[in-house]
């Protein structure tokens, strides 16, 4: 008997924003056959089955390069498709409806508002999970920003507390994952929390 394995490779597409490099250097050690695309093409998104969105920019920003390249309705296909989308930092922040710091709308794949922090949040802090899937990850992450998710708990799936303020950490909707710290800055906890989003969901 001949045993025909079939290695599915997953097309991977890291959107050309913010610290790309290192979003594209994560997914590189996570030691997987996937399709790996920089870019920006709406076409390629468009048949991605994984789409990553980096942080390390803002709000205003990255929703201006979205439109450009017609990818808004892009990315709103991919998650009504449940393609696995992760936004990182301002990646997570454009998945909302409007920003403090912005005046151009965001995607509004999630209902919400980014507000402001009294200070900016630059430091390793602890994000504590809600999630039972991922309770074993909780830990320290990185965090560079001044500017958050509002505090409705609907998709809330880990939170942090920095100067007596609570702050929505990461989030969660459908395949969709947000996360306000930097998986790609946090070193091994970071590597283990994107190796277990991508391999399991």
């Not at 025909?4 to 959107?15: A, D, E, P």
């Not at 048949?47 to 201006?64: K, R, T």
């Not at 958050?148 to 609570?166: F, P, V």
Request: glycine share 6%.
């Amino acid at each position: 008997m001949i045993w025909v394995v079939t290695i599915v490779i997953k097309k991977v597409s890291i959107l050309k924003l913010g610290n790309y490099q290192s979003i594209v250097n994560s997914i590189k050690s996570l030691d997987q056959p996937y399709d790996t695309k920089l870019t920006l093409n709406k076409n390629e998104v468009a048949y991605s089955d994984i789409v990553l969105i980096p942080g390390v920019g803002n709000f205003q920003g990255h929703m201006e390069t979205i439109e450009q390249y017609g990818l808004k309705d892009v990315l709103k296909d991919l998650y009504f498709k449940n393609k696995l989308i992760i936004g990182i930092c301002a990646g997570m922040q454009i998945f909302f409806q409007a920003s403090e710091e912005a005046n151009i709308e965001g995607i509004g794949l999630l209902e919400g508002y980014i507000y402001s922090l009294k200070n900016f949040h630059n430091q390793w802090n602890q994000v504590n999970f809600q999630n039972d899937k991922f309770t074993n990850l909780n830990g320290n992450y990185y965090f560079n920003h001044k500017y958050a998710y509002s505090l409705n708990e609907k998709y809330q799936i880990g939170h942090t507390y920095y100067a007596d303020t609570k702050i929505i950490s990461a989030i969660n909707s459908r395949r969709l994952y947000g996360f306000q710290f930097h998986p790609e800055k946090s070193q091994n906890m970071g590597f283990k929390l994107l190796s277990f989003i991508i391999n399991r969901f």
